[in-house]
């Protein structure tokens, strides 16, 4: 690289060469803006340190830093220029720290400004509440910020992008590159952008090819149009990323050469908060939630249209919590396999769930109204409870494969659509469908092939429930002749199934309690 083998001087036409104070100042002719290169070398010179450096420059210099001792110095750069480490014989960039408490390490008021190959490291004393890099920038397309190839550890925060009060504006177009953000006690990146931007004024801040990892926080962001691409965010001891806004994304490229994902996060691993944002192609969510606590997950998905797609959660505590304030969002072609629930949701209505493969516990609870699953598969239960009414299950295929398991669970839920779903067994489990105190539940399989359940001890269990009567609708099932149907009616309240168009109905085995009824029907 051309940055381990650099040259003091610039390849081109020059009309002249001056030297003044033994700094050389090169000349660039007339297409091109006239520029100065200082060298910063902590032994020869000439500047001794990168503010005496930036003391002398103009905007549009560049400013040569060489690691041959630690710059032990506050750095304020405040005119638009190219500030850039050259390593060490070993390979090691210049390294930058505080020289006192309570700071900004490096701070930044211009734009146009790239900041490259250093590392900046306040382990020595570990002075307090020292922030790494601090930009108050509100820059513009063409004239951004640039953190490029830096290694950032032991401040309160490695990198914040934030206005110091009402008065100025948010700071916008902060490029954070190819950074290794660690051991931060309070936060890796803290950004406060624009909110609510006008339509050609997007705040695009860009954190992309990045290592987040062992802080307290990983990424606090409050704004809209920020991007997240290529990510490393794990092992932080609170959540991974927490995003507070709209037009917000996180990605993965398809043609990445590394792993990327959220892993390893004590608590959640990413916190969406807001609308319109999206997460697509193959951001992975793995092992988050160490504390184990129901209260977070690998991704909290809160507000409404958003999108998250192509993802996968592994081994989080839960994979996926919806609240009452997750309102239309689509999570569509995700893996799901996690260690106490692939989704829970309390409260959320209107999301789309589609082509997603579930392992362990999704549920639906306390009016969460009006949400949809198609096209998926569950190789665990679904639970529906809480009067979370107006559901559908589309399409869906259910693998039924643990002892005493079933495939869908309703309770206390009324208005259910459960259409052209299959479901299929192993020996000794029980039931395909269990309903208890719902009211009109319909079970319309396909009426052309009709869909089928098979393998399984029981294909409908149905009683009321705590003073709710039971009725189900149930048409266009291929049934095996050794499955039973379980009415039990067993309490005050009655329990009605109408069926019709269910071949060998007359094979199969019935166990129809008091008050149940089981009714043939063929007007619906």
Known sequence: MWLKNPEKKVIGLMLGIMAIASIAIIFIPDSVSAYTIWTVDKINGPCFTIQEAISYSTSGDYIYVYNTGVYSEFVTINKSLSIIGFDNINGNPPIIRPPSANNNNVYITSNKVEFNNFKLDNSLNNYQNVIGIRSIVNAFEHNEVTLKNLEISNYYTGIKIARINPQNSYPRYHVIDTCDIHDNTGYGIEIYSNPNPDVNQYACNFIKESDIDDNGYGIYCYGDYNYFRNLQIHSNNNYGIFIEGDHNDIWNNQDKSSYWDISYNYNSGAIISGNNNNIYDEVDFEYNNQGHSTSYSGLELYGENNWVSESSFYANYIGIILDSSSDYNEIEYGDFDNGFKDIYCAGGDYNV????????????????????????????????????????????????????YYGIFIQNCDYIEITRCDFDGEPQTTTAIKIYGCINVNIFGDSTSLSYITGIECALFADDYNDRPTTVYFKNYDIDIDIGIILSGSQEDDTYVYWNNIPNEEYLFFNIGSNAYWIYDDTF
């Open 353 to 404: 769930l589609n082509t997603c493969v579930f392992f362990y516990n999704v549920e639906l609870i306390y009016f969460s109204t009006n949400n949809q699953f198609d096209s998926c598969t569950f190789y665990t239960p679904l639970y529906l409870s809480g009067f979370s009414h107006y559901n559908e299950v589309i399409d869906t295929y259910f693998h039924i494969y643990s002892e005493n």
